[in-house]
């Protein structure tokens, strides 16, 4: 429990610190505030799949085919969302690799914030649903 409460606080301070990067690299322009955006979304990713890893251990396994089809569908959701958010983020990567500037670009910030803000919607859709079925079904053990 401590670990989870760990996690996600670490994660809302990442939160937090994405928006402020982002707000200041529109208003600064300069190559710190780029560098600070870019270096706070790996560790926005690592924090939102170590929170992933920690719900996954809270959904109990009450009723064996129900529960393995919860978990199921949650695992999917959330490993393919956090694999397309991160292999769009290692592309930039490697682009700007070979284009040197383009980690500069405000527009691809603004871009790929916005693509944060969607990815980090369907792992807490997938989350609040996932326990929601998990809640029904023990409701309807007891």
Known sequence: MRKSN?????????NIIVPIFTILVLVFNT????????ISIP????F???????????????????SK?????YNDSTT?????YAVIYLGIEFVDMINSNLRNNVYLICGFYAITLFYELIIYLSIRNA?????????EKK
């Open 31 to 38: 190559k710190l505030t780029y560098s600070l955006y870019w």
């Open 80 to 84: 393919i969302s956090t694999v397309f």
């Open 48 to 66: 939102m799949v170590a929170f992933i890893r920690e719900v996954d251990k809270g959904l109990v396994d009450s009723d064996l085919d129900e």
């Open 43 to 46: 560790a926005l990713i690592f």
């Open 131 to 139: 326990l929601k079925e998990t809640s029904k079904l023990l409701n």
């Open 69 to 73: 089809k919860i978990k199921r569908a």
């Open 6 to 14: 760990l996690f996600k606080n670490l994660l809302i301070l990442s």
